[in-house]
Nanobody, 114 residues
């Protein structure tokens, strides 16, 4: 199983980034997909999830700014991040889970400068 994130980088406050996570080795459409983030010295926190039916959930701090989506034909989940703030700086991790299994990507760095 592989989850490979891409799209991170350095952006100024107010800017946008789009993260992608390509999955292989799983039946992608049967997994709840999520994005988590971990800032230095902080615990990993949930950012957004999308169910197999397409229902989404967001942490309050990103509501209205971030959008999670999935393309089951491409085995890919996305995180569109707009109006980025310095406090969004973190390593962002892709997650795939079902009732029995839980997989993580290696992470991609997002840095937002003020």
């Amino acid at each position: 199983v592989q989850l490979v994130e891409s799209g991170g980088g350095l952006v100024q406050a107010g800017g946008s980034l789009r993260l992608s996570c390509g999955a292989s080795g799983i039946t992608f459409s049967r997994y709840v997909m999520g994005w988590y983030r971990q800032a230095p010295g902080m615990q990993r926190e949930l950012v957004a999830t999308i169910t197999t039916a397409g229902s989404t959930n967001y942490v309050d701090s990103v509501k209205g700014r971030f959008t999670i989506s999935r393309d089951n034909a491409k085995n890919t989940v996305y995180l569109q991040m707009n109006s980025l703030k310095p406090e969004d700086t973190a390593v962002y991790y892709c997650n795939a889970r079902n009732n029995l299994l839980n997989y993580w990507g290696q992470g991609t760095q997002v840095t937002v400068s003020s």
